[in-house]
């Protein structure tokens, strides 16, 4: 946090999350999505761009238990890894 | 001694003749006397004109300061009207900046305020942009009364503004009953703070972690497109996220932070 006294320069202050806080996962439903993501990670540096269809893939699993609230999933900045719609079945969205 | 009865004769003249024949007859009879009650009536007469001059003039007088002092209570009560009116004015200006000051800040982005307000369609349309990566580190801290166990998942992840990004930490309760926690978080540097969005994460609200467990917590944001543009951002390459659990005390609640600016 910002030191006191010092209101010259600029102070962080906290914003609450654009939808909310994720309910915990008491029972590790999303457990095995998760460590897909983490190995992803593991395996590519850390790299978020080459993970994020496992991301996606936790974030479906939440949604699918109840732990997230159902949202598409272009607000959720995965419209390029949305599936085409089957007459385009050539193209693949994948990053 | 006749000269001065004489005087006298015609000062009491424009008096009644009466007066005129009592000081004739009178003169026979008994002259000091006579001129005793002369000079008193002289006086008498003299003094009244006098004091009747006096009161003539401090009636004036007293009419001039009478107009003076009216003037001045009106020019005080004008005077006075215009302080009050001034300190009336203050303070409702000292109200009312506080609204002001607020516009002013989101429209000139002080304050590290977010210059424009979110909007969920951001999410939606926003374009990666693949040039620019940014590495986020992750910190975990908790407050010296609470005893869980709390650290990040991955120490760093690479990011570029535009893309959402997913980040887990995990909790755990190694006690034998339940605690709750609530935590806050802090992003380094500040100024990159309003470009750091979370979506969802698992802050401000109280968390509940049964004896001997342990959770995953995820966090999921972005940075800002608009990050890239900022010339003030164009030497920040690594943005720390900083997570801090507390313990929440029964029936605490927490107010969400800050003003809701979007």
Partial sequence: ?95 | MLLPLLVRQSLCRPQTPVLFLRCVRTLRCDAPQVLHSQDEHFLRRRLPLRFHTQSRGAKSRKRQSKSQEEEWKTRNKTVLTYIVAAGVGMIGLSYAAVPLYRLYCQASGLGGTAVAGHDADLVETMKPVKERVIKITFNADTHASIQWNFRPQQTEIFVVPGETALAFYRARNPTDKPIIGISTYNVVPFEAGQYFNKIQCFCFEEQRLNPHEEVDMPVFFYIDPEFDEDPRMARVDTITLSYTFFEAKEGQKLPLPGYSYN
């Fill in chain 1, 1 to 95: 946090m910002s030191t006191a006294m010092n209101f010259g320069s600029k102070s962080f202050k906290p914003r609450a999350p654009d939808k909310g806080s994720f309910p915990l996962d008491h029972f590790g439903e999303c457990k095995d999505f998760k460590e897909t993501f983490m190995k992803c990670l593991r395996d590519n540096n850390f790299n978020n761009s080459q993970c994020r269809l496992q991301s996606k893939d936790y974030l479906e699993c939440r949604m699918n238990h109840q732990l997230m609230a159902q949202e598409p999933l272009e607000k959720l900045g995965f419209r390029d890894l949305m599936d085409p719609p089957p007459n385009q079945a050539d193209k693949d969205a994948k990053p």
